[in-house]
């Protein structure tokens, strides 16, 4: 009797999980497929999977989120809507002191924030030095989230700093999710800085050097249309079409870049 007793809680246990993963699907599917979210950006999911990816990251709506330069906001639309009630998200900009570029991102992301208090009254607003990146107290965040930022911080020469600043902000058993551009196997580090596109191996020695341990890795956001031989880089692919009219259609039948998926624990 005990055994099937054992048992039984057991399956009821399991149940419970499979039901609260499920809740959980939902909510974030609803946030993805929120009317709020600007055309432009919902046109990108099918090259983004948001649903796929923030799910291999195990990001769960009452964690605390870093979010590594949001750019204008593609995560944030759907981040931070989701994690406003029970969780938290973190918007980590560039200082805008920096320089123009820094600036005029950091006014937009602000501007569009601002523009609808009831999605993005609580984004907490962080401003950090690139040469000397922090993102918070040490061991405050359930997960940080890098979307094809690496392939810059490699050719500043500053990527190591950033990898040690998410170990420390992340706690026991939190997650570092990166996605960028895939490199073509064998490619030197000189075409890398020069096309966009990053070696594996290479993000996988920044994230074990600064004491991770490289979880899974995902094909979620792969694209093996992608042959990383293009004139202008990564750029010249979509969304930034760098040639213009020029070849567009060859471009966009490609679509986005290839990208590898990878997700680090913090021992």
């Known amino acids: ?30 946030n993805i497929d929120g009317d709020w979210r600007s055309a432009e950006n919902r046109a990108r999911d099918d090259w983004r999977h948001p649903a796929q990816t923030l799910r291999f990251f195990g990001v769960r709506q009452h ?14 639309e759907i981040l931070a809507p989701w994690l406003r009630q029970d969780g938290h998200y973190v918007a980590a900009v560039h200082d805008p002191a920096d320089g123009d ?3 005029k991102s950091a006014e937009g992301l602000k501007a569009k924030y601002t523009a ?6 609580k984004v907490e607003w962080l401003e950090f030095k690139p040469a000397t990146p922090r993102f918070g107290n040490p061991a405050s965040a359930d997960v940080v989230l890098t979307f094809r ?34 490199a073509r196997q064998g490619a030197s580090t000189e075409e890398s800085e020069k096309n966009g596109y990053l ?19 995902s094909e979620i956001n792969a694209n ?44």
């Open 1 to 30: 009797m005990r055994r099937h007793a054992l048992a039984g809680a057991l399956a009821l246990a399991l149940l419970g999980f499979a039901g609260t993963a499920s809740a959980t699907d939902a909510s974030l599917q609803r």
């Open 63 to 76: 964690h605390r989120v870093i979010e590594i330069t949001p750019g204008n906001g593609w995560y944030s």
């Open 101 to 103: 570029y820094f600036r």
């Open 116 to 121: 609808d208090p009831e999605r993005y009254g």
């Open 149 to 182: 930022n690496v392939h810059n911080w490699t050719q500043a020469g500053n990527a190591p700093a950033y990898f040690n600043a998410f170990f420390d902000v992340l706690k026991p058993g939190g997650v570092l999710g990166v996605v960028d551009h895939r």
């Open 199 to 217: 070696p594996t191996e290479e993000v996988i020695r920044l994230g074990t050097d600064a004491g991770f341990r490289l979880d899974a890795s």
């Open 224 to 267: 093996p249309r992608d042959t990383k031989d293009h004139p202008g880089g990564v750029w010249s692919l979509p969304p930034v079409l760098r040639h213009g009219d020029q070849d567009r259609a060859h471009y966009q039948a490609i679509g986005e870049s290839d990208r590898f998926t990878l997700r680090f624990v913090k021992p």
